[in-house]
């Protein structure tokens, strides 16, 4: 016979306590390291967003731009600017990146470096640059004169010698050759890529960085 003083209620109530007591110290923790609608390493929805409205420019002369359904992070590349110090895509956080991948052996890199060239020109600054990354691993002295030979001026120089850029984008699928571009946007959100040269300097291409710019 069961008392009243050890009721089965009484003997559940703790233990109900302690499992409320689990699920909050549960919520308080998930506030804590995941804020509401976001997952670490997650692209935010601003960035599917853009990627939404990229995907009709992706036409004509920019055709060969693949449009993300689902944005990703860009791959952590580490690269170097023109006087030897380390650059990486984290430092472009908070503005547009188109990323190009180019080497002087590339015949289809050399008919498009005018073009990123003039883009750059026309829309750098501090929301939007070209990066374009020299990825020659051997006679490293010819990228100054390949880029003086097609008139480059606005670009920074920027290089990768150790090949360590491509190789990163290869093993992820992204990169069978030269030249590689990838769109990425303030969040450092990967929203495109296109595979071969690209006429970055026509009508089409000003309507997609435009938008990616604004976004």
């Keep these: 016979m069961t008392t009243k003083g050890n009721s089965p209620r009484k003997r559940l109530l703790p233990a109900a306590l302690g499992v409320l007591a ?9 506030g804590t390291l995941a804020p509401a609608g976001k997952v670490a ?3 935010p929805f601003a960035s599917k967003a853009l990627a939404a409205k990229l995907a009709p420019l992706a036409k004509g002369e920019v055709a060969a731009v693949s449009i993300a359904s689902e944005p990703s992070q860009a791959l952590p590349l580490v690269f170097e ?3 030897g110090s380390k650059a990486s ?5 908070g503005r547009a990146v188109l990323l190009n991948l180019w080497a002087t052996w590339c015949a289809p890199c050399r008919a498009e470096m005018p073009a990123l060239d003039r883009l ?13 990354v020299n990825v020659d691993t051997a006679r490293l002295e010819r990228r100054a004169a390949f880029l003086d030979s097609v008139g480059a001026k606005a670009l920074a120089r920027y290089a990768d010698p150790s090949g360590d850029a491509f190789e990163t984008l290869r093993k992820d699928g992204k990169a069978l050759g030269l030249p590689v571009t990838m769109l990425i946007d303030r969040d450092g959100c990967e929203l495109g890529a296109a595979a071969g040269a690209v006429k970055w300097d026509s009508a089409d291409a000003e309507a997609l ?3 990616l710019k604004g976004g």
């Design 89 to 93: 895509l984290a430092d472009f956080r």
């Design 209 to 211: 960085v435009g938008a």
């Design 81 to 83: 600017r023109a006087d």
């Design 120 to 132: 750059e020109a026309q829309h750098g600054g501090p929301g939007f640059e070209v990066v374009a």
């Design 22 to 30: 689990v699920l909050a110290a549960g919520v308080v923790l998930y």
């Design 41 to 43: 390493g997650a692209c």
